[in-house]
């Protein structure tokens, strides 16, 4: 089992920037594909971003890809996603996931096996 602690949400205006912590509970997060997903009211879940287990790769959706990026510390257990140049349009809880396998399974949140609690990203205009 896993558990995934999502932190670092907030308020923050057009422009700025933030950074989310996801730690994780389990002595196998090493092995797994993590990713990043938000879901804004009244919208579907969307996938922002994953790694792989070996931080070889990742990969972004289009409407982040240059603003944010993704990157874990498998020694602390941690993943984390920097936001830069953040638009109102990215307000929205923000989601942790993991994977029990070591490369990208893909966009679909199916293929995610835990998800933490979600944080809050407000952005101002």
């Known amino acids: 089992q896993v558990q995934l602690v999502e932190s670092g949400g907030g308020l923050v205006q057009a422009g700025g920037s933030l950074r989310l912590s996801c730690a994780a509970s389990?002595?196998?997060?090493?092995?797994?594909?993590m990713a990043w997903f938000r879901q804004a009211p009244g919208k579907e879940r969307e996938f922002v971003a994953a790694i792989d287990w070996s931080k070889g790769t990742t990969y972004s959706a289009a409407s982040v890809k240059g603003r944010f990026t993704i990157s874990r510390d498998n020694a602390e257990n941690t993943v984390y996603l920097q936001m830069n140049s953040l638009k109102p349009e990215d307000t929205a809880v923000y989601y942790c996931?993991?994977?029990?396998?070591?490369?990208?399974?893909?966009?679909?949140?199916?293929?995610?096996?835990?998800w933490g609690q979600g944080t809050q990203v407000t952005v101002s205009s």
């Open positions: 389990g002595r196998t997060f090493s092995s797994y594909a």
């Open positions: 996931a993991a994977a029990q396998v070591p490369h990208i399974p893909g966009q679909d949140g199916k293929s995610y096996d835990y």
